[in-house]
């Protein structure tokens, strides 16, 4: 398969979610977002992720937010949904919906009701790969406290059940086992604050969250990243030390708070959360808006 032919490839937004004042979801001003990424250099979007919410979702907003992504998305624009659920079965069932939406893959999480062993992490990505589509795997063991190890990626890579990995853990060392392990596992940053790290590692994507607010200079920050030029990463890195005081936000457990509030300060819609989210406390917010007004005074958008 080519790199073209790739959908997960490049840098793909975990998309905020516009919420109305009722705490409606806006659909139309989600589209806008999705059109916003798209022409300001992004290559795809990764609807119903942890940052869109989509625990807070019904069934009916899951799936219209995954159709309004495909419908709002130009021509060559990707669209990667999440489909984490409790269960197997409903894990598959929005791979199918996302399939029959129109989306080119998934990210998945593996099962996380409790700290599952090897045999049910395996299982669960067998019957979701049913489906079809190409599956991103979705390491986050800090929240799901299920752990895709280098040596589990590959059991799961080997089988044919997944394309490529988020990885979320932060331990950079990791991209270097996977490698050796299943080399032909697309590595994709998971946390805005390693992306050099992960890019001089070899990372092929970023499923991010910043874009949302500054999508042009953190696209061009990954082209740098990754591009394997010396010349490259020595002009990233000025630009990742400026960015990195707010891109490390994305680590922290108020991160949907911190990256909306960025949003409506960078001239965005952010807006609220659903609860249980409530909103950031004034010592919190002052700082996210801190980091956020230094990176705008030096120009990034």
Known sequence: MSASARPWHGVSVATALPLNDDLSVDYDG?????????????????PNGSLGEYQTLSD????????????????????????????????????EQAAEAGAASVLLLPPNTYRADRQAVVDHYREVARVGLPIVAYNNPVDTKVDLTPDLLAELHGEGLIVAVKEFTGDVRRAYEIRELAPDLDLLVGSDDVLLELGLA?????????????????????????????????????????????????????????????????GRRGGVCRPPRSPLSPEVAALVTRDTKAVLAKGYR
């Open 30 to 46: 989600f589209a806008d977002h999705v059109r916003f990424l798209a022409d300001n250099g992004c290559h795809g979007v990764t």
């Open 60 to 95: 009916e907003e899951r799936a219209r937010v995954v159709r309004t992504a495909v419908e709002a998305s130009p021509e060559g624009f990707h669209v990667m949904p999440g489909v984490a659920a409790y269960g197997a079965p409903q894990a598959r069932g929005w791979a």
């Open 202 to 266: 070899g990372a092929v994507g970023w499923i991010a969250g910043y874009p949302n607010a500054i999508p042009k200079s953190t696209v061009e920050l990954y082209r740098l990243a990754t591009s394997g030029d010396p010349d490259d990463i020595a002009r990233a890195l000025p630009i990742y030390r400026d960015l990195h005081p707010l891109l490390r936000w994305d680590f922290r457990t108020e991160f949907v708070q911190s990256i909306k509030l960025s949003m409506d300060l960078a």
